[in-house]
């Protein structure tokens, strides 16, 4: 009895867990720690999206951020960094818009949101699972020294305009 208790507590508290930090309640704010729920919605991020190759694939990217835990915010700002947001180099020519390297140079993909995809995995398997949960920490692995402080400029920017 006392196991059956146990289990029904700790799952009680995993959905507890789940719903307080995936439940965007109307009026909650944005948040945009890189491996916290952003809170944004389709409306928030198409703010940004809008004329770019991520436009269209808003939903894509909530879904991708409750997935992994990748904020939307880090999201975007990588590939905007990274692609202009897939307007640029292997964003536009192979779907890739965050830029990321396979063995043989830059992956491809079908679309854009198989590369939301692709680069939330990553950062989540790659980074996340080894205790690297800030864009300077992720920065060291991933790409230049700059990278961080370009990706950290660019969420609170990201965050400005989508808090309007």
Wanted: hydrophobic letters at 35%.
């Amino acid at each position: 009895m006392k196991l059956v208790t146990k289990v029904t507590s700790m799952i009680l508290a995993v959905l507890m867990l789940t719903t307080n930090i995936f439940a965007a309640e109307e009026g909650q704010k944005l948040t945009k720690g890189i491996n916290s729920y952003s809170y944004a919605t389709v409306a928030d991020l198409q703010k940004v999206t809008s004329g770019t190759r991520l436009y269209g694939y808003e939903e894509k990217i909530i879904e991708m951020e409750r997935t992994y835990q990748v904020n939307a915010f880090f999201i975007l700002a990588v590939a905007n960094v990274e692609t202009g947001m897939g307007c640029a180099g292997v964003g536009r020519s192979r779907n890739n818009c965050f830029g990321m390297k396979g063995g043989s140079g830059f992956q491809s993909f079908e679309n854009t949101g198989q590369s939301v995809e692709a680069f939330c995995k990553l950062i989540a398997n790659k980074y996340f699972a080894n205790g690297r949960y800030t864009a300077y920490q992720i920065g060291q692995w991933y790409c230049d020294t700059y990278w961080a402080t370009k990706v950290t400029d660019e969420i609170d920017n990201l965050y400005y305009k989508m808090s309007k």
